[in-house]
């Protein structure tokens, strides 16, 4: 077996550090071919659906991938910008940030490069874009703030996949988590704050964070505890009590039963009891998506809504704020 390594190596260049900053990853195109390749190559994973893969394959091949590309596409397009996918195009904006943040602080050279599990750019190329930066120290921050094995577990395969073809294996220092880190806290609490001040305080503020199904929770993956202490944590933040703020869980996909509450349930609940206006917050989404842009800044308002609510206001991601760049780079320095 051949291993690859850096172009031109040379012992006597200076080494740097490198930061793969990653999210889960994006189509190319609103477009039904570009979502049936991302949606093949995202559903296909393991980490992701956890069914015997012969079964899996023939529901994914047979129906999935025939089916969900063209409605997917037709989401996808009410959220696209002139930049393309919201998603990448915050994600270059972070990069930039955070890099120029890290190199402020005098820790010596430092580059940083923007990965999607999948779609593009891949974890491949940002690993290798790194590596030929003279990067021999490497930091994987994955852009998800609570830890699950369908997320953040995800991109440590595609990492160890990668680095395992390399003949110089760089240190390596995985960041599986940031949920309670001080600076993503109060970055939470401060745009809530900022949107109050704008728009006034709802009766509730609903977290709402993406599901996942109850049985991966039961088999011991931490991501709701996560989710919990995050939302407990902003809570305290704010000075609310327990009625005026709660989490609930959204995305859910299949018939198998997913952690609860589930956000559109929760929404149309408070609908129909007579709440009249309230604020949603995507903690676990570190930039605005599809999820977040469509699934909950539309479908779930008019569910409030059509319940009988009056008033649903969608507070944005963190995004590429200076608040949320201090966090990150928080983050990275506890680990640098």
Request: aromatic share 10%; proline share 5%; glycine share 6%.
């Amino acid at each position: 077996m051949s291993f690859s390594a850096k172009e031109n190596f040379d012992h006597e260049q200076e080494r740097a550090t490198g930061i793969l900053l990653t999210n889960l990853g994006t189509p190319d195109a609103p477009t039904r071919a570009a979502l049936q390749d991302y949606l093949a190559e995202f559903l296909w994973d393991p980490r992701v659906v956890e069914q015997p893969r012969w079964l899996w394959w023939l529901i994914l091949n047979a129906i999935i991938l025939n089916t969900r590309p063209a409605k997917s596409a037709a989401l996808y397009e009410k959220v696209w910008t002139d930049e393309g996918s919201p998603l990448l195009a915050t994600g270059k904006r972070q990069r930039e940030k955070l890099e120029a943040a890290l190199q402020e602080r005098g820790i010596g050279a430092v580059h940083v490069e923007l990965a999607m599990r999948y779609g593009n750019p891949s974890i491949r190329k940002g690993l290798e874009a790194l590596r030929e930066k003279n990067c021999d120290r490497m930091i994987v921050l994955p852009l998800y703030p609570q830890y699950s094995a369908t997320t953040t577990g995800s991109t440590f395969d595609a990492v160890a996949k990668v680095l395992k073809e390399w003949r110089r294996v760089p240190r390596l220092t995985f960041i599986d988590a940031y949920h309670d880190q001080p600076l993503y806290i109060e970055a939470l609490a401060a745009s809530i704050r900022d949107h109050w001040k704008e728009n006034g305080k709802a009766e509730r503020l609903l977290l709402s964070f993406h599901g996942i199904p109850e049985s991966y929770f039961e088999n011991g993956d931490p991501y709701p505890c996560h989710c919990r202490k995050t939302a407990r944590l902003v809570r305290e933040a704010l000075g609310l009590d327990e009625t005026q703020l709660q989490l609930a869980f959204q995305s859910r996909f299949g018939k198998e039963p997913w952690v609860q509450p589930y956000t559109d349930e929760t929404l149309e609940k408070w609908g129909k009891e007579g709440v009249e206006s309230v604020d949603v917050i995507c903690p676990g989404f570190a930039a605005d998506c599809l999820e977040t842009l469509e699934e909950i800044a539309m479908e779930n308002r008019e569910v409030f809504l059509g319940a009988g609510g009056k008033r649903y206001s969608y507070i944005p991601a963190l995004n590429d704020s200076d608040a949320h760049v201090q966090a990150l780079t928080q983050v990275v320095l506890k680990e640098s």
